[in-house]
Nanobody, 126 residues
């Protein structure tokens, strides 16, 4: 069972930046595709970004493209989400997830992920 722990959330003003981190408990992390999702109050959990096992392929939701960057450091069992030019509509609980299928795919749907973190709150407000 892989444990995922997110960190880096907080309160930031519009236009500001945050970097989220997600650290996995197992070295098998390096074989997994990883994703970030978010859930705003009253809304369903939605895809934000994903990265394949090597870091060579990434994907983003249209709403964050050009502002957010996903990256990973397999030596540290950690995936990151750099969030720039934040907007109030980015306010949500952010979750990282691991796709244990051990393929090269970039997974965008919740059902493709096997392990989830507890989430970290991001609030964008002046």
């Amino acid at each position: 069972q892989v444990q995922l722990v997110e960190s880096g959330g907080g309160l930031v003003q519009p236009g500001g930046s945050l970097r989220l981190s997600c650290t996995a408990s197992e070295r098998t992390f390096r074989n997994y595709g990883m994703g970030w999702f978010r859930q705003a109050p009253g809304k369903e959990r939605a895809f934000v970004a994903a990265i394949n096992w090597s870091g060579g392929s990434t994907a983003y939701a249209d709403s964050v493209k050009g502002r957010f960057t996903i990256a990973r450091d397999n030596a540290k069992n950690t995936v990151y989400l750099q969030m720039n030019s934040l907007k109030p509509e980015d306010t949500a609980v952010y979750y990282c997830a691991a796709d244990a299928s051990v393929t090269t795919r970039i997974a965008r749907s919740l059902s493709e992920y096997d392990y989830w973190g507890q989430g970290t709150q991001v609030t964008v407000s002046s």
